[in-house]
């Protein structure tokens, strides 16, 4: 069985503090990772993704995230956070061992204050 | 290159009735998956298309069902409709699906079911 776990509901920062929101996965296989960001009213837009070689992968936007096989976590990180990142973030691991499916973490809402 | 489209936007329907959503992914790829996105449940997949078979499925009764037609274009079905059928549901394209490849999102149906 794989699954996707977003344990926080809701991330607050202010603007220009790092954001982190966090993700674990559990897979029979290796994982190819993703994230996603939801903006109000639209649908989910690709940020980055881990498939192998380097831990830490850079995306849309700024962002990066680092995934760690131990820990079995890719959390999802932005060194100085602005209000228009505010939006709903979607983990997601595909289960090479599994068929290739798709799972989806249950979304974390992120807003940054001015 | 235009994105995923999603034909109708929004549709409200009563209890008992059935409802096709259409899909068009971006031009050259082949796999199409489909989502239900509720606020209770989260991202849920229902199904992924790939060369107009169904290659993988989600949990979901048999009321909800899929195609792909030849152009990759894409629709599903939902019969008898219930109350909880009420959600946004979004499509996703890929080049191949099941790897590597990130999916793209279209903006979604909204569907209300009276």
């Known amino acids: 069985a794989q699954s996707v776990a977003q344990p926080e509901d809701q991330v607050n920062v202010a603007e220009g503090n790092p954001l982190t929101v966090k993700c674990t996965y559990s897979?029979?296989?290796?994982?190819?990772l993703f994230w996603y960001v939801q903006y109000p009213n639209r649908g989910l837009q690709f940020l980055l993704k881990?498939?192998?070689?380097?831990?830490l992968v850079k995306g849309s936007y700024g962002f990066e995230a680092e995934f760690n096989k131990s820990q079995t976590s890719f959390h999802l990180k932005k060194p100085s956070a602005l209000v228009s990142d505010s939006a709903l973030y979607f983990c997601a691991v595909r289960d090479v061992g599994n068929d290739y499916k798709l799972s989806f973490g249950a979304g974390t809402t992120v807003t940054v204050r001015a | 290159k235009a994105g995923v489209t999603q034909t109708p936007r929004y549709l409200i329907k009563t209890r008992g009735q059935q409802v096709t959503l259409s899909c068009s992914p971006i031009s050259g790829h082949r796999s199409v998956s489909w989502y239900q996105q509720t606020p209770g449940q989260g991202l849920q997949f229902l199904f992924e298309y790939f060369s107009e078979t169904q290659r993988n499925k989600g949990n979901f009764p048999g009321r909800f069902s899929g195609r792909q037609f030849s152009n990759s274009r894409s629709e599903m079905n939902v019969s008898t409709l219930e109350l909880g059928d009420s959600a946004l549901y979004l499509c996703?394209?890929?080049?191949?699906?099941?790897?590597?490849?990130?999916?793209?999102f279209g903006p979604g149906t909204r569907l209300t079911v009276l």
């Open positions: 881990y498939i192998t070689g380097d831990n």
């Open positions: 996703a394209s890929s080049l191949v699906g099941q790897g590597v490849d990130e999916q793209f």
């Open positions: 897979v029979s296989g290796n994982p190819y």
